[in-house]
């Protein structure tokens, strides 16, 4: 097995970066979900209340970020710490975050027709996992919606998609959003329900639990439209957990939480 896509999401719940390479650190792939948008009230927001989401392409290059969007002008602003510092909520967490300014909060809102405001999360906050699923005391994440990596096999996926009624499919993997994509365990799909160690490269990695699926699997990521109940309607028959519908695997980096990833490492499972 071996890696086939690595992706950073800079902005929970924006586009993705197709990475060929991907230094990692205890948040999870280099500027993974390190921000994301919020309401006037500090409460996360995502395409689940805000499908255009999808349409808005961040790229990071070292501390500037930019913004893309259709009709929209290009912004680069610089990213960091020193902003306005306030609590904000993603689920059940309460964190620290920093207001990167009014200029990409008005760009933001402009686009999407709601007043936002982008935060990043502050340098020294810690968000823990889960404890129930956690590897290790210290596991954290940034603003992901739970894990620190989201694994995805497209071995997996091509199984969904024979599944799927005619005019259905086939679906890209980005309608789930993981981070490292693989080619699968000899064509055997959610041979990675199995999986409890495995090693990706120069990193270890233990597998917490399957990743629930809310309803942004059914917004195609390049127009920012739901006009199907699919996938999820097909998954729910074959592929529940503790009646919550399942599709890729969460993990946590196990001994060293830093290392680099690379498109076509060896993909080996050390324990079952």
């Known amino acids: 097995m071996k890696v086939t896509d690595l992706i950073t999401y800079p902005i929970k719940s924006c586009k993705g970066t197709h990475l060929t390479h991907a230094p990692c650190n205890v948040r999870g792939i280099e500027h993974d979900r390190s921000m994301m948008l919020v309401d006037s009230d500090g409460l996360f927001l995502t395409q689940r209340v805000l499908p255009r989401m999808a349409l808005i392409s961040p790229t990071m290059f070292e501390d500037t970020l930019t913004l893309n969007a259709p009709d929209m002008q290009p912004l680069s602003i610089e990213v960091g710490d020193r902003g306005q510092k306030y609590k904000v909520v993603v689920w059940r967490s309460t964190c620290e975050a920093v207001d990167q300014g009014d200029v990409v909060a008005q760009w933001l809102s402009d686009f999407l027709g709601k007043a936002v405001r982008l935060v990043r999360m502050a340098d020294g906050h810690v968000r823990s996992v889960n404890p129930e699923f956690a590897r290790h005391a210290n596991d954290q994440v940034g ?86 109940t699919e996938p999820n309607t097909t998954l729910a028959k074959y592929r529940l957990w503790n009646n919550a519908i399942i599709f890729c695997q969460n993990l946590v980096a196990l001994g060293s939480q830093t290392g680099v990833l690379r498109v076509g490492d060896a993909v080996e499972v050390d324990s079952r």
């Open 143 to 228: 603003f992901a919606d739970g894990y620190p990596y989201l694994l995805g096999s497209e071995a997996s996926l091509a199984d969904l998609n024979a599944r799927l009624p005619a005019g259905a499919g086939p679906l890209p993997m980005n309608r789930f959003r993981p981070n490292i994509v693989i080619d699968g365990e000899a064509d055997q799909p959610y041979a990675e329900d199995t999986w409890k160690d495995i090693r990706i490269g120069e990193m270890r990695f233990g597998l917490t639990k399957p990743c629930v699926r809310c309803s942004v699997p059914t917004i195609d990521q390049a127009t920012g439209i739901s006009t199907s």
